[in-house]
């Protein structure tokens, strides 16, 4: 199926330890490019979080961004050392014995002392866990996103190449025509020049000029473009750089067209094309 590279995908969970956000972002890149924002208490997820994306997608630049908020239980369980806090309290009481005017012991400066009052640590690997299978199903969201992105674009270039596949058809078609339309405009200027045209001479510049002009082989070349085209879009892999290398060779293609024409319909054919390929390449841009 076909995938965008742009597409952005937020999943949530909350449990008693808390909330988790993931939040992924995707645009176009030549390779894959994974950037993580992960709370200093959680880094230790961050290569696992990379492998999994790394596992699922193939191309772009991926922002992927974790939030994480304690929950308010474990926020407000806090301990306090005794041993310490008595020890501090005898040490003050010691002291003031000591001074000719004995200060008022102040209970905050005892509790600010460090290592007096102790945060509760909170187990995280269950954290971890959850943050990982968040994790999973972001992806799984953003993959969707892509994919749906990727079918638009996919009928996008499938229109354009319908169009091409139109304009070549009619070129095809018109060839004889062509060469017939040029050996009468050669020989109503040679009637205007009173001129009488050695006939085996004639038929050997018209056949030369024929030859130089014939472009049957840039149009079957096209048409064999197309049908790669159509073929590489059945793949299940990422194909945006296959599509690319396709547009370059359509492009030369159409070039070539044009060099060869030899009047202003086969000229605007050529400049159809290159139009539509360029409106494709756009398009492929964004395709993984």
């Given at each position: 199926?076909?995938?965008?590279?742009?597409?952005?995908?937020?999943?949530?969970?909350?449990?008693?330890?808390?909330?988790?956000?993931?939040?992924?972002?995707?645009?176009?890149?030549?390779?894959?490019?994974?950037?993580?924002?992960?709370?200093?208490?959680?880094?230790?997820?961050?290569?696992?979080?990379?492998?999994?994306?790394?596992?699922?997608?193939?191309?772009?630049?991926?922002?992927?961004?974790?939030?994480?908020?304690?929950?308010?239980?474990?926020?407000?369980?806090?301990?306090?050392?005794?041993?310490?806090?008595?020890?501090?309290?005898?040490?003050?009481?010691?002291?003031?014995?000591?001074?000719?005017?004995?200060?008022?012991?102040?209970?905050?400066?005892?509790?600010?002392?460090?290592?007096?009052?102790?945060?509760?640590?909170?187990?995280?690997?269950?954290?971890?866990?959850?943050?990982?299978?968040?994790?999973?199903?972001?992806?799984?969201?953003?993959?969707?996103?892509?994919?749906?992105?990727?079918?638009?674009?996919?009928?996008?270039?499938?229109?354009?190449?319908?169009?091409?596949?139109?304009?070549?058809?009619?070129?095809?078609?018109?060839?004889?025509?062509?060469?017939?339309?040029?050996?009468?405009?050669?020989?109503?200027?040679?009637?205007?020049?009173?001129?009488?045209?050695?006939?085996?001479?004639?038929?050997?510049?018209?056949?030369?000029?024929?030859?130089?002009?014939?472009?049957?082989?840039?149009?079957?070349?096209?048409?064999?473009?197309?049908?790669?085209?159509?073929?590489?879009?059945?793949?299940?892999?990422?194909?945006?750089?296959?599509?690319?290398?396709?547009?370059?060779?359509?492009?030369?293609?159409?070039?070539?067209?044009g060099s060869k024409s030899v009047d202003m319909q086969s000229t605007q054919a050529s400049v159809d094309l290159k139009v539509l390929i360029e409106q494709m390449r756009e398009q492929i841009q964004n395709i993984e």
């Open positions: 199926m076909t995938k965008s590279m742009t597409a952005f995908a937020r999943t949530s969970d909350t449990q008693d330890f808390g909330s988790l956000v993931w939040e992924l972002r995707s645009v176009n890149h030549r390779y894959l490019d994974i950037s993580t924002r992960i709370p200093e208490d959680l880094r230790a997820i961050e290569i696992a979080a990379r492998e999994k994306v790394a596992t699922v997608l193939k191309r772009g630049k991926v922002e992927c961004t974790l939030r994480f908020k304690s929950g308010v239980n474990h926020s407000a369980e806090i301990s306090v050392n005794e041993p310490l806090a008595r020890a501090l309290v005898t040490a003050c009481q010691i002291v003031n014995k000591q001074l000719h005017q004995p200060s008022q012991m102040n209970l905050m400066d005892v509790l600010r002392w460090p290592g007096v009052v102790e945060m509760q640590e909170q187990d995280l690997a269950p954290v971890n866990q959850a943050a990982l299978s968040l994790l999973d199903a972001a992806l799984n969201e953003l993959v969707e996103n892509r994919q749906r992105e990727g079918e638009r674009l996919k009928d996008m270039v499938l229109q354009r190449k319908e169009a091409m596949e139109e304009i070549v058809r009619k070129e095809q078609a018109r060839r004889p025509e062509i060469l017939k339309a040029y050996r009468e405009k050669m020989l109503a200027r040679l009637e205007e020049l009173n001129a009488s045209p050695d006939t085996d001479r004639f038929e050997q510049e018209l056949a030369y000029l024929a030859q130089k002009m014939d472009v049957d082989e840039e149009l079957d070349r096209l048409n064999s473009h197309f049908k790669e085209l159509s073929d590489v879009f059945n793949r299940d892999e990422a194909i945006g750089r296959r599509l690319d290398f396709i547009m370059q060779e359509l492009n030369r293609e159409a070039n070539t067209l």
